[in-house]
């Protein structure tokens, strides 16, 4: 018995020595571990914390077990902020997608102003959100830019912020418009590393470029494609700041309900309003980790469509 | 490569000294502030606009002792203010509390001075009673002073009122629009002259003036749910029947700035600091708008308080400050600065006030709305009240964007309305 913990005893200092000798080492990495504890992981696991109590953000935290998640399957507004959530992604992610892979074959082959385009596709990923959502609000209100060109050719008017699939498909045009360019460079960077000489046989075996684009090009973009995917999964359905501002509404009265019909009403948004709005951090809390296990799901789905076809 | 790794050992060195000293003098600083008892200096925390600039610049002239260091907070106000009391440091002097925040706030009065220990008391006769019970808890702690109050009117666009072949002057306007029927009616006429014109934006804001002009709310004293009542149902059917008779412009976004600039809406219900809106969305309408007494009776919409934090170091001081800032006398400097309609009746009668309003051609808009100040309704609004009225409010807009059937969207809000108060801990 005294044998084990004298051994335990002699191993230990040789460790912890070797360990320290590597100390500028684990200082270079501490800010981020450091900063990444006190910022993200604390507050993460106060949420988590949070979805098992009632706190209005000031008073004291009283204790309600598996409460609020009972409330929340019974909440029909979360069932719809979820069903929202699920609309905006599909109409965003898809054609974003598309889009992106075609704008990068494009880039691909471009030969003048290669690197000007590239900019350029890549500017609204890092324009502000804010900005971009007020601006198309301004674009898309009801005599906005786009109805003002529609009574011009005599169409009907649009709702388009107040029609209930309008709402839906001006947020994923917003969404789309920032992400498109973002997708695409990461496109082009798989299609450059691509070999050449890849295509250069298949030519030679007489395989034409749409041949070429379906038998090469995207089966060795895969990877890419996973992750593209995968990552707006993750991104796409944590749609916020743009119902946010677009429907914000500067009114006390009810703001952040996601727009008329509340048909604008996110899961993270209905996260926001609960907890900041109507001052219930439990159920805001309850709200957010149901909306991280269903992005955890569709994510997981996700990779596993994409990942099968490799085999 | 030998350089460049003392290099970083030095760097590291003094990113750990860095990390030292700034532990040690978090550490200090935290002693100080709980230790001593003499304050450095006071701070004032407001949002712009909540408080006159000019009032609040003389009040840190007046107060040299105090040196007080005032704070405009963007955003979210509440927000900030609760973190911050929450996590106990650099918790403000004074601060703001909006009206529409205090109900919410006043379960946690603990946090607050009780404003009537310092002599509030007082001074209640000052101010206006419905207003002062506002910011007392229900066992008389005064934990909001007032600042302004937002009693409520209709405004109008007389030149469209004039072509409709309606009477013009506020006096005979307010008695043909004293209630909700007379209204509606009034908007028929108006969309004869005018057909692509509406009356009103949304329904909403008739549901939420008709509910601020009774006694009752969503839940009551003893912490009952309500809002299935028939106050609040007469109040949903009004603002239906205004959909449903065309005069609704179904203006549920910032839309409304352009729809007031270019005729779209005849008239507006809201409160006195509306006015300013108006003039910020259509400077080019000027002289052309009138304003009302409101159809239905007197409401309240907004008006904020001042409060005094239980962290801070010098309430007495503070106290001082905050009755100096909103005394009567610059409470008519707040109406003219920042358009606050005064909390203290004695302010009405001074000049600053009884002096007309050219963006209302001249009117003297204070006729209008004193009277209704005085005679608000007093209702019990409950922490949890704006949080319960949430889905009658979605349930509105829902109206006007699809073609769902009333009392279906009624039964649906009520029931919604039920689940958020059991969440909220009302019964």
Redesign the interface.
């Known amino acids: 018995m005294p044998a084990a913990p004298r051994g335990g005893t002699r191993a230990r200092p040789g460790r912890i020595r070797r360990i320290w000798s590597f100390w500028?080492q684990y200082?270079?990495i501490a800010?981020f571990f450091v900063i990444f504890g006190v910022f993200m992981l604390g507050p993460v696991l106060f949420s988590l914390y949070l979805a098992f109590h009632?706190w209005?953000?000031?008073?004291d935290i009283q204790y309600v077990g598996l409460q609020?998640f009972r409330?929340l399957v019974?909440?029909?507004?979360f069932w719809l902020s979820l069903k929202n959530t699920l609309i905006i992604w599909v109409l965003s992610t898809v054609p974003m997608l598309l889009l992106a892979l075609v704008l990068a074959a494009m880039l691909n082959a471009a030969l003048r102003l290669s690197s000007f385009y590239r900019l350029a596709y890549f500017v609204p990923n890092v324009t502000s959100l804010v900005a971009i959502s007020i601006f198309f609000?301004a674009v898309f209100?009801?005599?906005?830019l786009v109805n003002a060109v529609m009574h011009g050719l005599h169409l009907p008017l649009i709702?388009w912020?107040?029609?209930?699939w309008a709402i839906k498909i001006v947020i994923a045009l917003l969404m789309s418009w920032q992400w498109t360019g973002y997708n695409a460079i990461i496109y082009l960077a798989g299609l450059q590393a691509i070999p050449t000489d890849l295509y250069e046989a298949a030519k030679i075996d007489g395989a034409g470029p749409i041949q070429i684009f379906w038998r090469i090009t995207i089966p060795l973009l895969r990877p890419v494609i996973l992750f593209t995917v995968v990552i707006s999964t993750v991104t796409g359905m944590q749609s916020f700041t743009e119902p946010q501002i677009?429907?914000g509404?500067?009114a006390?009265?009810?703001p952040n309900?996601g727009?008329?019909?509340?048909?604008g009403l996110t899961m993270i948004l209905y996260f926001y309003h609960q907890a900041?709005?109507?001052?219930?951090y439990g159920?805001g809390a309850a709200i957010a980790w149901s909306a991280f296990l269903v992005i955890l799901v569709f994510a997981v789905i996700n990779w596993r469509i994409v990942a099968r076809h490799e085999d | 490569m030998e350089i460049s790794r003392r290099r970083m050992l030095q760097v590291g060195m003094l990113g750990m000294a860095g990390a030292t000293t700034g532990a040690l003098t978090a550490c200090g600083s935290s002693s100080t502030t709980s230790s001593s008892t003499k304050s450095e200096s006071l701070s004032l925390w407001y949002w712009g606009g909540g408080l006159s600039d000019k009032v609040v610049e003389a009040a840190i002239t007046q107060f040299p002792n105090a040196k007080l260091k005032t704070q405009k907070i963007d955003g979210d106000f509440r927000q900030k203010l609760v973190t911050t009391i929450a996590a106990g440091k650099f918790v403000p002097d004074i601060t703001g509390i909006k009206g529409e925040d205090i109900a919410s706030i006043l379960p946690n009065a603990n946090k607050f001075v009780d404003l009537n220990t310092l002599g509030a008391d007082k001074l209640a006769s000052q101010y206006l009673p419905w207003k002062w019970k506002q910011g007392s808890t229900s066992d008389g702690k005064l934990i909001g002073f007032p600042i302004d109050i937002g009693p409520t009117g209709m405004f109008y666009r007389k030149d469209m009122f004039a072509k409709a072949g309606l009477p013009t002057e506020p006096a005979e306007v307010g008695a043909l629009v004293a209630t909700w029927d007379g209204y509606f009616e009034v908007g028929a006429k108006i969309q004869k002259a005018y057909p692509k014109s509406f009356l009103i934006n949304n329904i909403g804001s008739i549901f939420q003036m008709i509910v601020g002009q009774g006694t009752k709310r969503f839940i009551d004293e003893s912490n009952h749910f309500i809002g299935d009542q028939d106050h609040i149902r007469t109040a949903w059917d009004t603002a239906v029947k205004a959909m449903t008779l065309g005069v609704d412009a179904k203006i549920n976004d910032e839309s409304w700035k352009q729809a007031i600039g270019n005729g779209t809406l005849a008239t507006e219900i809201g409160a006195a600091w509306h006015a300013l809106d108006l003039s910020d969305a259509a400077p080019d309408t000027a002289g052309k708008w009138r304003v009302a007494a409101n159809p239905g009776g007197p409401a309240n919409i907004g008006g904020s308080f001042l409060a005094i934090p239980k962290a801070s170091t010098d309430p007495k001081t503070a106290f001082q400050i905050l009755t100096w800032i909103l005394d009567p006398q610059n409470q008519a400097k707040g109406f003219t600065d920042a358009a606050l309609f005064p909390s203290s009746p004695a302010t009405y009668k001074m000049p600053a006030l009884t002096s007309g309003d050219a963006f209302f051609g001249g009117q003297v808009t204070i006729d209008v709305f004193s009277p209704q100040a005085e005679k608000i309704p007093i209702a019990y609004e409950a922490p949890a009240d704006a949080a319960v009225s949430a889905p009658y409010f979605s349930a509105l807009s829902g109206l006007e964007t699809s073609a769902k059937n009333a009392d279906a969207a009624w039964a649906d809000a009520v029931s919604q309305a039920k689940q958020i108060a059991q969440r909220q801990g009302v019964s």
């Open positions: 500028p200082l270079a800010p009632r209005d953000g000031l008073g609020q409330f019974k909440d029909p507004t609000f209100s009801q005599f906005g709702g912020l107040s029609n209930t677009l429907f509404s500067n006390s009265i009810n309900s727009g008329p019909g509340q048909a900041f709005d109507v001052h219930d159920y």
